[in-house]
């Protein structure tokens, strides 16, 4: 082997140093690329979350105050009800649940968002006497007054009879099965009852119950 002079040794060593230097700083260029490209995609998915999470946010508060009005504006027209057939109740007049009926039919025409409307009054304080009505469209075997008013068709209503108000049986969410009427009829105020399943038709709904107490005289006699 031809030995080298001092010149070429150490021109060889500078190539060499010169070489790991570049090697070392481009190890550290990549590295740091690395690590900023890391935290560029944190940061992006920070951000990208806070965005959405605001959006979510926004429509969340959106629908809650329009759900808050639909409520409210429900409830006010339950109310309104009760106290027609709270004055209703107190006149003997001919076909009185007749009356009641359309009156019935007319506010679900007036309101295409309701799935139903109903009324369930308390044994002989529509007509003083329910047997006289038994079975007729909208009361039971009994003759209790408690028709519930559906549509059809976009043409007609169908009037079936009010079920399981009385069932005190508590479902998955805590709601009596009779919740819609017992509700009231419990704490003599307006009830807005959670969802809960109810046959409309011979079909298992999904609904919101919007209920006010009918009074006569301070005395509860049913819902509407």
Request: glycine residues 6%; hydrophobic residues 40%.
């Amino acid at each position: 082997m031809n030995k080298l002079s001092i010149q070429q040794r150490f021109a060889i060593w500078a190539g060499v140093s010169l070489f790991a230097v570049v090697l070392g700083s481009t190890a550290v260029g990549i590295w740091q690329f690395s690590e900023t490209k890391d935290e560029l995609a944190v940061q992006s998915e920070q951000t990208i979350n806070a965005m959405v999470e605001d959006y979510l946010e926004a429509i969340s508060q959106e629908i809650t105050l329009s759900m808050a009005g639909s409520l409210a504006e429900g409830l006010d027209k339950a109310e309104s009800l009760a106290s027609s057939m709270a004055v209703l109740s107190r006149y003997d007049v001919d076909e009185k649940r007749s009356l009641a009926l359309d009156a019935l039919a007319e506010l679900l025409a007036d309101n295409p968002d309701f799935l139903g409307t109903y009324v369930n009054f308390e044994p002989d304080t529509f007509n003083r006497n329910d047997a006289l009505f038994a079975d007729t469209q909208g009361s039971d075997s009994d003759g209790r007054f408690v028709p519930y008013v559906t549509r059809q068709s976009p043409d007609s209503v169908l009037v079936e009879n009010l079920e399981g108000y009385l069932d005190q049986t508590v479902d998955d969410n805590g709601v009596r099965a009779g919740e819609y009427y017992l509700c009231s009829k419990d704490s003599g105020r307006s009830c807005i009852i959670d969802p809960y399943l109810y046959p409309i038709d011979g079909v298992e709904t999904l609904l919101t119950s919007l209920v006010a107490p009918i009074k006569s005289q301070g005395r509860f006699i049913g819902i509407a």
